[in-house]
């Protein structure tokens, strides 16, 4: 099986900056797309940026310009580094990633979610 922990959050005023990480563990053979969604309260969860295996991003709109998401395939680790936040930020970041892993007699590929971590933006 495969585990994702998200890293970084917490409390920043708004034009601060947070760093955001996702770490996997398992027996991995391979990452393929991955990417990082938000959930503000009373809101469906919503794309904030993905990467694919060759490093193609994509970013919401909203985010273009202040967001970037980038990946270390040797550390199993995809990061979101969010400079000139807003009140609007403010929302449970979830990692999520497309795995190929080990189960012990055959290799499958499955998509995984992280447990979120909290990015509060206020002065």
């Known amino acids: 099986q495969v585990q994702l922990v998200e890293s970084g959050g917490g409390l920043v005023e708004p034009g601060g900056s947070l760093r955001l990480s996702c770490a996997a563990s398992?027996?991995?053979?391979?990452?393929?797309?991955m990417g990082w969604y938000r959930q503000a309260p009373g809101k469906q969860r919503e794309l904030v940026a993905t990467i694919t295996s060759d490093g193609s991003t994509n970013y919401a709109n909203s985010v273009k310009g202040r967001f970037t998401i980038s990946r270390d395939n040797a550390k199993n680790t995809v990061y979101l580094q969010m400079n000139s936040l807003k009140p609007e930020d403010t929302a449970v970041y979830y990692c999520?990633?497309?795995?190929?892993?080990?189960?012990?007699?055959?290799?499958?590929?499955?998509?995984?979610w992280g447990p979120g971590t909290q990015v509060t933006v206020s002065s």
């Open positions: 999520n990633a497309d795995v190929t892993y080990y189960t012990g007699s055959v290799y499958k590929t499955s998509d995984y």
């Open positions: 398992g027996s991995i053979l391979r990452f393929h797309a």
